[in-house]
């Protein structure tokens, strides 16, 4: 179990470091203030808990009621995070820290961006419930299954809580933009193996 709690961590971590949606918005908000940046980062882990708690039962849903089905699904998430891995490996991030771009929405307003950028993206759930098939067996209980989300939640709050902060210092700010290209093939390289070492067990 331990095992497999760290590739499910590991997969999350690369997809998180990887430039998307949420780390624009945490970017953005940050840039002009760390409290809008935490307020982005809350809404994105209140919806982000949205989706892996539908993963966690519909996972459960689909075990009991067709073993068939979610062994369809075990092989269509592989391939969509092989999927991922390769468009983070051939695309550009194109995030950049201009000062005309930065927000000046409230508190209230970051976290509704971060909240409802994450709530409503089903690729998020497409993505925990993918992970969730591979490295959690058919038998594996409920509680074990919401306890690799919880653990989940907890990496997403951790993650993105340092981010703002080091985005906080301007030299970080700086290196980043330069290396964020090669950080997201990298991860790109990740989920890929990740992904042919899931279809190959």
């Given at each position: 179990?331990?095992?497999?709690?760290?590739?499910?961590?590991?997969?999350?971590?690369?997809?998180?470091?990887?430039?998307?949606?949420?780390?624009?918005?945490?970017?953005?908000?940050?840039?002009?203030?760390?409290?809008?940046?935490?307020?982005?980062?809350?809404?994105?882990?209140?919806?982000?808990?949205?989706?892996v708690?539908?993963?966690?039962?519909?996972?459960?849903v689909?075990?009991?009621?067709?073993?068939v089905?979610?062994?369809?699904?075990?092989?269509?998430?592989?391939?969509?995070?092989?999927?991922?891995?390769?468009?983070?490996?051939?695309?550009?991030?194109?995030?950049?820290?201009?000062?005309?771009?930065?927000?000046s929405?409230?508190?209230?307003?970051?976290?509704?961006d971060?909240?409802?950028?994450?709530?409503?993206?089903?690729?998020?759930?497409?993505?925990?419930?993918?992970?969730?098939?591979?490295?959690l067996?058919?038998e594996?209980?409920t509680?074990?299954?919401?306890?690799?989300?919880?653990?989940?939640?907890?990496?997403?709050?951790?993650?993105?809580?340092?981010?703002?902060?080091?985005?906080?210092?301007?030299a970080?700010?700086?290196r980043?933009?330069?290396?964020?290209?090669?950080?997201s093939?990298?991860?790109?390289?990740?989920?890929?193996?990740?992904?042919v070492?899931?279809?190959?067990?």
């Amino acid at each position: 179990m331990f095992e497999s709690l760290v590739v499910v961590l590991g997969v999350a971590l690369a997809a998180q470091l990887s430039p998307g949606p949420d780390m624009m918005l945490i970017f953005r908000h940050t840039t002009t203030s760390l409290r809008a940046g935490m307020a982005c980062i809350l809404g994105i882990c209140l919806g982000f808990t949205f989706h892996v708690t539908l993963s966690v039962a519909g996972l459960a849903v689909l075990i009991r009621t067709s073993p068939v089905l979610f062994n369809t699904i075990r092989y269509a998430g592989a391939a969509y995070i092989l999927y991922v891995g390769i468009r983070y490996l051939t695309g550009n991030s194109g995030l950049t820290f201009d000062a005309n771009q930065r927000s000046s929405a409230p508190f209230g307003q970051a976290f509704r961006d971060g909240l409802f950028c994450n709530l409503l993206n089903p690729k998020v759930t497409l993505f925990v419930l993918s992970v969730f098939s591979q490295l959690l067996a058919p038998e594996t209980p409920t509680g074990i299954r919401a306890l690799f989300g919880l653990a989940l939640i907890v990496e997403a709050i951790v993650v993105w809580t340092l981010f703002s902060m080091l985005l906080d210092r301007p030299a970080f700010r700086t290196r980043y933009e330069r290396f964020q290209n090669p950080i997201s093939r990298g991860c790109g390289v990740v989920l890929c193996g990740l992904a042919v070492l899931m279809v190959a067990g």
